[in-house]
Every structure is written in C-alpha cells, then in structure tokens.
C-alpha cells in the first residue's frame, strides 16, 4: 500500500523533529510577527481556552505564552513526539492529523504556524476554526504563498507543500463570517553556499515531506547545475520563502 500524503508529511516531521527547532529560523520569524500582530491589533491579555494546530517544537507556543494568559492550552501536532512540546509547556496534547481529531469546545483563541500549507484544502481547515471559536473568539493564522521555494519549482521539484495560498485567499476564506483584523505576506530570500547546503536544509526542517523518489548521481547533478545556473548571486543560491498571515475576530 503506498503511504498517504498525511502519513508522508508525518514521517517527515517526525524524522527531523530534532533538528527542526534549531533550523528553522524563517518558520520562528512568522511564529514571532503573529504574535507581534495579535498585539499590535489589540488582542486581549487572556485566552482562556486556547487551540494550536500543527504546534511543532513550539515556535509559536513559547511566544504565545510569553505574551498570553492561556490557562487552557490545547496543542495538536500529526508528529507525536510533539508531546514534548506540551509537556513543557504545561499543555494538553492532542496527537492526529488536525482534521481528524476532537477539537475542545468554545475555543477562544485558535493560533497555527506554518502548518495550513499541508493541507490539501487550507479553506475547509479555516472553515471549521471559525465554526469551533466561541463568539469573539480569534483565529491567528500563517502558512506560505505561492512564490515558497519557487527556485525548486521552477526546476521541477515535487516536493512543494500542496496549499499554499496568497494572503487574499486567507481573507476571501473566512471574510464573511470574521472580522479581519489584519493580513499580510512577505517574500524572504534565504542564501546558502550550495545547491547541496538547500537540499540539506530542507532536510533539517522536514519540508520535504512530499518529495518523490530518490535522488540518483545523474538527477543530483542536473539540479545542481540547474540551481547554479538559474539562482546564484553574490551572496550563494537562493531559496524563497514566502510566509503569509491572517488575524481575526469571530462576530
Ligand atoms: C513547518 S512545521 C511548523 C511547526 C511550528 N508550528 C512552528 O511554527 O515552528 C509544521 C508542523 O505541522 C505539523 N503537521 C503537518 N500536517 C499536519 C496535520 N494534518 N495535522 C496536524 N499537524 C500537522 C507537522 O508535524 C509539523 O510539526
């Protein structure tokens, strides 16, 4: 039987989740701008029941509690060695694909980072978080857009995340039943030395969790010499990241 995407993306996560932390610096980047955001929009100093998709090792959890009163903290994370994350973090862990599992009820505060992309419908994903937040409740959300990691598309890579979507998708997503509050992209170049240094990287972060087939001498060579040609400049190979956001409020 061949894997699902879900199990694919799983396995991926769970392989490098001990590398992931100390990695992924554009991924603790957005973790941090939600929260500055939330703030910035007035978001009140206390969540009481309060939900995270996709929590990871924590990016966004530890920024949340730092700026946040959340004394009922719910995590969810498809890799189960997220457990960690809740344990110290004093959360409950809600182990599953995001889709799957019993959400808590009446939730004031539902927060994701750098997770909708995974899903192969993110508008359906925010769909049930407007319906699961209690009314005022705030949904605070990124994923990436269309232009993450356009130098392997470009190239032919299968490896891209199957939902990402520009920052007026997320608003045309829920504009009907919340009030936005805020929404907003960047485009984040990362360098690096090597075609080789992208493909490790990629590696350490676990995004690579839908590539397709292993890599022979002869296609190793060829993206190298692709990635050369197209996507040297003075300051190595680029890689784009493209991190998108979204705050509202239920009415
Ligand atoms: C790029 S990491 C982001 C982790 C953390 N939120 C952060 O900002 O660093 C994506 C996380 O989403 C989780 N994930 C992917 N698909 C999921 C799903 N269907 N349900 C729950 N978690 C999922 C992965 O296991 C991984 O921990």
Redesign the pocket.
């Given at each position: 039987m061949t894997a699902q995407p879900?199990d694919k993306?799983?396995r991926s996560?769970?392989r490098s989740f001990d590398t992931?932390?100390d990695t992924?610096s554009q991924?603790?980047w957005?973790?941090d701008k939600l929260v500055s955001e939330l703030r910035r929009v007035g978001a009140p100093g206390q969540f009481r029941t309060a939900f995270?998709?996709?929590?990871?090792?924590?990016?966004?959890t530890r920024t949340l509690r730092q700026n946040f009163d959340l004394p009922d903290l719910v995590l969810?994370?498809?890799?189960p060695q997220?457990q960690a994350t809740a344990d110290a973090e004093a959360a409950v862990f809600i182990a599953?694909?995001?889709?799957m599992v019993q959400w808590p009820g009446q939730i004031d505060l539902i927060a994701?980072?750098?997770?909708i992309q995974?899903?192969d419908d993110p508008t359906g994903l925010l769909q049930q978080a407007v319906d699961a937040l209690a009314p005022g409740g705030w949904l605070a959300i990124s994923g990436f857009g269309p232009q993450q990691y356009k130098e392997l598309t470009s190239i032919g890579s299968t490896a891209q995340a199957p939902g990402l979507c520009g920052a007026d998708a997320l608003v045309a997503a829920i504009e009907g039943s919340m009030r936005v509050l805020t929404a907003g992209e960047r485009i984040r170049p990362s360098y690096f030395e090597t075609p080789r240094d992208v493909l490790k990287y990629l590696r350490r972060?676990?995004?690579n969790g839908r590539a397709q087939g292993a890599w022979t001498k002869s296609t190793l060579a060829r993206f190298e010499k692709d990635y050369v040609r197209s996507f040297a400049t003075d300051d190595g190979v680029s890689l784009t990241y493209h991190p998108v956001w979204i705050i509202a409020q239920k009415q």
């Open positions: 879900a993306v799983q996560f769970s992931y932390h992924a991924q603790a957005v973790a995270e998709m996709g929590c990871g090792t924590g990016h966004l969810n994370d498809i890799a997220a599953g694909d995001v889709r994701s980072a750098s997770m995974w899903m972060t676990g995004v």
